[in-house]
């Protein structure tokens, strides 16, 4: 079926306007009636205000809001204009330089937070007490088609400045309206996804497609989380992998029944194997899942069932999607050769707002900004970031593969490797990591030693409490880099 978001809301508020689509945990929850009575009455709000056609809308909204944020998302697309998701911990400069790079006309926000003065700014409150065209005053929106533009979602910025990716109705509701929706076999699907994230988004359009009711909380702690799962028997659960490694240091299955989950995907970053390993212990009847992609590809994917005869691997393509590898230039390499990773999307590809020929997009394919080789089988291995990879002397040093391996041992929660500056050798590598107890670093390296070659053992070993990451989920290695230069 091809449908746009606000037709999709609202089929499902047609044919199930009771069905329950969003909870947030002990605040509010969504039916799809609620959500597509309050979408339609902000939208016509928004045009009463102006917005137009393709208008850009901030929307700052926190964990503790997804009902709300929603509700907005979907009336700003009701509204014929696009949405611009954006976390309630961006700082006021980031939220600024966001909202400025893709000429927003206004900001919808939650109660209570600070936002730029760009244009205007309301809550969803506000907006719901704000005359409709029902009352007169003016003419509906035209509705939206395929091929406008819906959203706009900024990157990380892990690697430098964030950039507005751009996707279309079709792109975001591709693959959706089908008479089997995903995750049939859960009445609950949990997640702890922060908003302004690809991953966040994937979950809305959960919550508008998938079977089960998406349930999330205002704050993450693994204990919240676990109760959270063990209360709605969910049958599905998604997170980052640093959520599954806080859920595996604190032991939560030894208090909570997790054994009602039967899919645990983990997205956003590789999930290292030992974590994998750890939490099938956990969820004793789940199948234990990576999947791979990237704001700039979504919908497009790996995915990939823990195997332990393939800890390495992001999985193969499915749904349609393809995944190569290329050199820079885009010429194929054979299965085993290391190179660039690519990937094409059977939905309308996405694009860098404002930046329409950049070279990321070629031909229907992206470039993900990572090295990696397939096997025979089609299992895709990542071997590093493009822009993680150490380069030591004459060698070059996969920080992925480093990480997996200092992660094997028993003392270590989390640990992150990374380059820094050397006088001689140009760059050698250095291990961020916390602990269970103190673990000197003469004992790491002993530990390394047969493991790891000798230019891929760390010259540094810089204990933390935690690593920093961003609101993705993500290990900021600029942070770490400046710790290490500061120190």
């Keep these: 079926m091809n449908l746009t978001v606000p037709q999709l809301l609202g089929d499902r ?32 709000a928004l045009v009463t205000r102006g917005v137009g056609r393709g208008d850009r809308v901030g929307l700052v909204f926190g964990a503790a809001d997804w009902a709300d944020y929603a509700v907005a998302f979907c009336g700003v697309l009701a509204a014929g204009a696009v949405a611009v998701p954006l976390s309630d911990r961006l700082t006021l400069d980031d939220l600024r330089f966001m909202l400025e ?23 969803v409150d506000g907006l719901d007490a704000e005359t409709s065209y029902e009352k007169g005053d003016i003419a509906p929106p035209e509705p939206a088609e395929l091929g406008d533009l819906a959203q706009i979602l900024y990157t990380s910025g892990t690697t430098g ?58 704050r993450f702690t693994p204990a919240r989380f676990a ?13 980052v992998p640093a959520m599954a490694i806080e859920l595996v240091n604190a ?44 704001t700039e590809a ?71 900004g990572d090295l990696g080789y397939i096997d025979a089988d089609g299992y895709l291995y990542l071997v590093d970031r493009e822009s993680d990879v150490v380069k030591s002397g004459a060698f070059k040093v996969s920080t992925i593969h480093v990480e997996e391996v200092v992660y094997q041992h028993p003392a270590v929660i989390e640990a992150a490797a990374f380059g820094v500056p050397h006088p001689v050798l140009g760059t050698v590598v250095t291990v961020a990591l916390a602990t269970r107890e103190p673990l000197a670093p003469e004992d790491l390296r002993i530990f390394l030693k047969d493991r790891l070659a000798p230019h891929e053992l760390p010259a540094h070993v810089l204990a933390v409490d935690a690593l920093p990451r961003n609101a993705g989920g993500k290990v900021d290695k600029k942070a770490l880099r400046r710790t290490m230069e500061d120190a």
Aim: proline share 7%.
């Design 13 to 44: 508020a047609l044919t199930d306007p009771d069905g329950v689509a969003l909870i947030v945990h002990g605040s509010a929850q969504l039916t799809y009636r609620q959500w597509h009575e309050r979408s339609t009455a902000l939208a016509n």
């Design 101 to 123: 790079n893709c000429r927003a006309t206004g900001v919808v926000h939650a109660a209570g937070l600070a936002v730029p003065e760009i244009g205007w700014s309301a809550t």
């Design 251 to 294: 032991k939560v299955a030894e208090r909570h029944d997790l054994s009602s989950v039967l899919l645990l995907g983990s997205a956003a970053a590789p999930l290292p194997s030992a974590v994998a390993q750890a939490l099938t212990t956990a969820f004793p009847n789940a199948t234990i899942t990576n999947y791979y992609t990237s």
């Design 161 to 218: 400045r964030p950039k507005g990716v751009s996707a279309t109705h079709a792109n975001l509701a591709y693959g959706c309206g089908a008479k089997r929706r995903p995750f049939a076999h859960s009445r609950h699907l949990v997640h702890a996804f922060p908003i302004g994230t690809n991953a966040g988004q994937a979950m809305l359009i959960n919550a508008l497609d998938a079977q089960p009711a998406v349930v999330t909380l205002p």
């Design 227 to 239: 109760s959270l799962i063990e209360s709605y028997r969910a049958g599905t659960v998604f997170l």
């Design 298 to 368: 979504a919908p497009a994917q790996t995915v990939m069932m823990f195997d332990p005869d393939r800890p390495g691997s992001v999985g193969r393509a499915i749904a349609g999607g393809r995944v190569r590898i290329a050199t820079a230039e885009g010429e194929p390499l054979a299965p085993g050769e290391t190179g660039e990773v690519w990937m094409r999307s059977p939905a309308a590809p996405r694009a860098y707002y404002g930046d329409p020929d950049s070279g990321t997009f070629r031909d229907g394919w992206v470039r993900m």
